[in-house]
């Protein structure tokens, strides 16, 4: 019975790190093109993207480690149906349930081993990825910075430059709003001071606005109900720059979440992603018994090109899922903590149905 046992962990998890190969290898093929588009009509060497290419992929990886569970799951549990040794495996007493019971449990505590070992060494990469990356950028003009201060911009302009200022963005209104317009000499040519501004698109709305021109030798300002300025930024494009939570780690998240809000990172996506790392263990769990469905409800040889289609379109249906549980979560109709977790449960209970079944057979 130990040596079953053995068995079936040891080969399940070389099956998992050869699907990770495959992953990587495509990874590295795909992403390679973009960053070779990226640095292009840059002066650097062939071994720059290369470099930033292999730094990049193993957190994609970890974003689709469900997925490449659940290919792997199949595969394992295809070969071992086809080749006789699932029925090997009951003759010992291992029943359909035991078989899912050891695959998930190791898939579980794989999941906990990525998040505690792997995830702060592939965070570390994206964020030396993003720092290189950062040197090369044609926008590294453009300033933004959001701290306990507030929020802070920096634009370059045809006619010179513009610097604002506003209370910390927690939502698409920011309040407090000082602008800030200075010609190429940094000389100071009108500042707008507004008590609110809608930032949800480009073109940003200011409300009970008072505009000092001192080209103008306007000094006591004109007053405006509404004012209108174009911008380069708008709220995503704001929170996405403070949003690639790659860059920080489950333990980061962990020990560090104050600080991180400190910094200003916006709490809903703290949450969500901290969330969506603690839920990884049990998506991968849930993922195996997904595959222990779709391949064990039966002892018979048969071509697994069905079984491939059937994934496939397994994994497209999830995958959409969790990004439409995500969008919800985005468009404040979940919140984004229940985002993470609503496909684990939905494909949970769907699967906990399913295991019922295979067992009885």
Known sequence: MKVLFQYLIINYLKTIFKVILIAYSLGIILNLFEEIEFFKNLNVSLATPVML????????????????????????????RNSKDLLTLKVFGYSNFKIFFILACS???????????????????????????????????????INKNGLWIKENLSTGF???????????????????????????IEKIYAQSADISQKKWVLKNVNVNNFEKKIQEGVFFETYSITSQY????????????DTMSFIDLVLNYKNLQNKGYNKNYLDQ???????????????????????????????????????????????????????????????LSLASWVPVIVTGLFSAIGILQINEK
């Open 234 to 245: 708008d709220y995503k494009k704001i929170m996405n720059l403070f949003s690639n939570l």
């Open 273 to 335: 992603n901290l969330n969506a790392l603690l839920s990884l263990p049990f998506f991968l769990f849930i993922m195996t018994a997904l595959a222990s469905i779709l391949t064990m409800n039966t002892l018979k040889k048969s071509n697994n090109f069905k079984f491939i289609v059937t994934g496939l379109i397994a994994c497209v249906l999830i995958f959409y899922f969790k990004d439409l549980s995500f969008a919800l979560g985005q468009t404040d109709r979940i919140s």
């Open 162 to 188: 513009r610097i604002i200022s506003a209370d910390e963005t927690r939502s698409r209104v920011i309040s407090n709003v000082q602008i800030f317009n200075l010609d190429k000499n940094y000389k100071l």
């Open 107 to 145: 898939s579980f505590i794989f999941g906990w081993f990525v998040l505690f070992a792997v995830n702060p060494v592939s965070s570390s990469m994206v964020k030396y990825y993003e720092q290189k990356k950062s040197e090369h950028s044609r926008d590294i003009d453009h300033l933004i910075s």
């Open 53 to 80: 290419t292999a730094l990049y992929i193993p957190s994609m990886i970890i974003k689709l480690l469900p997925f490449i569970i659940f290919v792997s799951s199949m595969w394992f549990l295809l070969n071992l």
